[in-house]
């Protein structure tokens, strides 16, 4: 049921409703057509330029392209998908991909995959990320994202501490960068930026799984609940618990936990090459990144690659596929790719020294061998937006213990 990313072969960076409040931006071309693309995005306004040459190949054909609040979007589409309301290209992870053919919202791509002449410059790896497991293909790459572990140089200098390689020295770190500095009794540095809130599943699979555990065996049963995860589930809440991380981590997101770290408050954040700029802009050189520690059975770096879908109710299917291509070419992805801190995978951008000579990219993509996809499965949307973020802080908190939490995940990754 797990499915590992094969090595990347050409991407070797030589290889790096809730109704939300929609940013709308419209590339303006003669309006005979509108193709209308949805999308969340880090970094604002960072599709439209990468896509602002779209008229120029495509005058007859308007690109509306509408950015949703990453916090609001799954439920967004999900309730878009239910009313029939979707637009003709939206932007998805794979593990929504059974969801959305349950409610008959994503047309089949296979004919025009096999049919484009530049499939070859996106790589096999990324193909078979799109097919997500199923017999057809419902999905176009878009991107890739690999986590690894910020680190604040001179918190670490300060403490006499090297980088961990180790979950053991992960923790002892969690604990010796956390400090009163002023003296009043009150903590003002935590060691780690830790996510509560949605999202956060993909640091807490980084930091837990990699003891040998995953979510299904080989027959396709759920394999979440053991000893050994319980207790390294413990092991992570008590970041928390012992107060290694802001009082506000239940409840901390992305946007709460790249601002600790960039102010200060933590010293240790757990996030991908998307949030670089941002964090390089603020703290300049005193930041240095590094894998995600080891556990007893490895690295566990949980990446969930991004996709483009096509509804299956659109009236412009040719347009929205031409506009797949569009954005697969050379101008837009490298363009896309430096403006949201995306990584490469269309060649020739892979072997752009604005990429390779990166640190960032570089450290997202040495350790290709050790990362993993999540599950697809069809509870998989509704566990990770909603059973996930509420029973961890449930635990975080001290209603559950780390056996009860652990069960619940188990059992709602179960249900029929």
């Not at 029939?84 to 991909?97: E, F, R």
């Amino acid at each position: 049921m797990k499915k590992r990313i094969k090595k990347l072969l050409s991407i070797t960076l030589s290889a790096c409703m809730i109704l939300p409040v929609f940013s709308v931006s419209v590339v303006e071309a003669k309006p005979e057509k509108t193709i209308r693309v949805w999308y969340w995005e880090d970094n604002d306004g960072s599709y439209a330029d990468a896509y602002d040459t779209w008229s120029e190949q495509y005058p007859d054909v308007n690109l509306e392209l509408e950015a949703i609040p990453w916090n609001s979007y799954h439920d967004t589409l999900i309730a878009a998908a239910a009313s029939g309301d979707l637009p003709d290209v939206y932007k998805i992870q794979p593990t929504w991909i059974p969801e959305l053919r349950s409610l008959n919202a994503v047309a089949k791509l296979d004919e025009y995959i096999d049919s484009w002449e530049d499939k070859d410059t996106i790589p096999e790896s990324m193909w078979e990320s799109a097919r997500a497991g199923q017999e057809e293909t419902y999905a176009w790459p878009h991107s890739l994202v690999v986590l690894y572990l910020y680190c604040r140089k001179s918190y670490f200098e300060d403490a006499g501490l090297e980088y961990p390689k180790t979950m053991d020295e992960f923790y002892q770190a969690c604990e010796a960068l956390t400090k009163d500095t002023d003296g009043d009794g009150s903590t003002d540095i935590y060691g780690f930026s830790m996510r509560g809130a949605r999202g956060g599943h993909f640091m807490w699979a980084g930091l837990t799984l990699n003891e040998g555990i995953d979510f299904f065996d080989d027959a396709g049963k759920v394999s979440l609940n053991t000893p050994e995860m319980v207790e390294a589930n413990q092991k992570y809440l008590d970041i928390y618990q012992k107060g290694w991380a802001p009082k506000t981590a239940p409840t901390d997101g992305y946007t709460e936990i790249v601002q600790n770290f960039e102010s200060g408050v933590t010293g240790m954040l757990v996030h991908h090459l998307n949030s670089a700029k941002e964090i390089t802009e603020v703290l300049g050189d005193d930041v240095d990144v590094v894998a995600l520690p080891e556990g007893a059975a490895g690295r566990y770096l949980p990446s969930e690659p991004c996709h483009w879908a096509v509804s299956a109710n659109s009236e412009s299917t040719e347009e929205a596929v031409n506009f797949l291509k569009y954005a697969s070419g050379e101008e837009a992805h490298k363009e896309l790719c430096k403006n949201a801190g995306l990584v490469p995978f269309v060649t020739p951008v892979t072997e752009d020294p604005e990429f390779t000579g990166d640190k960032f990219c570089a450290a997202s993509m040495e350790y290709l061998d050790d990362v993993q996809i999540f599950p697809v499965v069809n509870t998989w949307g509704d566990w990770s937006e909603t059973v996930w973020p509420q029973t961890i802080q449930r635990a975080m908190m001290g209603e559950i213990d780390s056996a009860e939490m652990i069960q619940i995940l188990a059992d709602n990754l179960a249900r029929e």
